[in-house]
C-alpha cells in the first residue's frame, strides 16, 4: 500500500536551452536560473500559490502544469492523495525559450515522487524522466532539466538522454526580450523538408558542438551555425535573429535559445562583461553558468 511522506518536500528546476543552434531536438543544456517549488500532501482540497514570472496568468487550479504532472506521476506510483499544496516560486521567464514548461514538469513528477514513502523504489531516474518527456512531447529540455549539464536527448522506442562533458571554462549570457513568443507558433514557421545540403552541414555542425562544449570551445563559433530552423522563424522574432546575426559578425558563438526569442551567446569569464553591454534596450540580461545538478530534491 502506497503511504505519503509527512510535511513538505521541495524542489529546484534550472532553466534550459535547447537546440543550441545546429542540434535542433537533441541538445540542451541546463542553466544556473532555477524554479524553487514545495509540495505537501494535505487531507483534502486543492491550495496552488504562484509568485515571479507568470504568476498574473497561471491557473491555480488542476489545469496547473506542475499540479497535472504530478497527477501523473501519482497514477505511475499507484496512488493519489486526498489533497495537495503546492507553491511555487518561479525565476525562469515565461514563453522565452528557456524551458519554463519542462522545469514546470520535471518539478512536478520530482515532487511526487518526493512525496511517496519509498517513491525512487516505485518509480526510477530512467523512468521518471520518460514521464517527463511523454508529458512535454520531446525531451530536449526535459533531459538537461532532470539530469543537469549537457545532454543529447531524442526518441527511439522511447525517450532517451546521455550526458555529455562541458568544459568548466564556457559561460553563457542570455538577453532576454520583453515579448514572448509560443514554441507552437514558432514550430509552425518550419518547412516539411529541407535541402539534403543543409542537413549534412547541419549533422556536421551538431557533432562538432559536442566536442566543442567538451573541451574545444574555441570551435563554439563554428560549431553552433544552424542551418534548420533560425532562418526560417526569423519573421517570428526579428530583434532576436539582428541580435545573433550581429553577435556572430563580431566572432561570438550566439544562437535562439530554443524556439526563442531568448539569445544565448557562449563566452568565458573574460568575455561576459563586455557580452552583457550588448543588451538592447528593454531586454533584459543573465550571465549564468552551466547548471550541472539538474532537478535538487530536499
Request: aromatic fraction near 4%; charged fraction near 20%; hydrophobic fraction near 45%.
Amino acid at each position: 500500500m502506497v503511504t505519503f511522506v509527512e510535511g513538505p518536500v521541495r524542489v529546484s528546476v534550472p532553466a534550459t536551452s535547447a537546440n543550441l543552434g545546429p542540434g535542433f531536438d537533441s541538445l540542451g543544456l541546463a542553466l544556473a536560473m532555477r524554479d524553487e517549488l514545495e509540495a505537501e500532501v494535505v487531507e483534502v482540497g486543492l491550495q496552488v500559490d504562484v509568485s515571479g514570472s507568470g504568476a498574473e496568468d497561471l491557473p491555480r487550479d488542476e489545469s496547473h502544469l506542475v499540479v497535472r504532472s504530478m497527477r501523473a506521476a501519482f497514477d505511475v506510483m499507484g496512488a493519489q492523495p486526498g489533497g495537495l499544496r503546492l507553491s511555487c516560486a518561479n525565476v525562469i521567464p515565461h514563453a522565452r525559450g528557456l524551458g519554463s514548461s519542462s522545469a514546470a514538469i520535471v518539478a512536478g513528477v520530482v515532487l511526487a515522487r518526493g512525496l511517496v514513502a519509498g517513491g525512487a523504489l516505485l518509480v526510477d531516474d530512467e523512468s521518471l524522466f520518460r514521464l517527463a518527456a511523454e508529458i512535454e512531447g520531446h525531451p530536449d529540455n526535459v533531459a538537461p532539466a532532470f539530469h543537469g549539464g549537457f545532454v543529447i536527448s531524442g526518441s527511439e522506442d522511447g525517450f532517451y538522454a546521455v550526458t555529455s562533458p562541458v568544459d568548466p571554462r564556457i559561460e553563457t549570457v542570455v538577453f532576454v526580450p520583453p515579448t514572448p513568443l509560443s514554441t507552437e507558433v514558432a514550430r509552425g514557421l518550419l518547412p516539411a523538408e529541407v535541402p539534403h545540403a543543409d542537413a549534412a552541414a547541419d549533422a556536421g555542425r551538431t557533432a562538432l558542438l559536442v566536442a566543442a562544449l567538451a573541451g574545444q570551445p574555441e570551435q563554439l563559433w563554428r560549431a553552433t551555425r544552424d542551418y534548420l530552423h533560425q532562418d526560417y522563424r526569423r519573421a517570428a522574432m526579428p530583434d532576436s535573429l539582428a541580435l545573433v546575426d550581429a553577435l556572430r559578425a563580431d566572432g561570438v558563438a550566439a544562437i535562439v535559445s530554443g524556439a526563442g526569442p531568448t539569445v544565448l551567446a557562449f563566452t568565458d569569464a573574460s568575455g561576459a562583461a563586455t557580452l552583457e553591454s550588448r543588451c538592447p534596450a528593454g531586454w533584459a540580461v543573465h550571465r549564468l553558468a552551466v547548471d550541472r545538478d539538474g532537478a535538487r530534491l530536499s
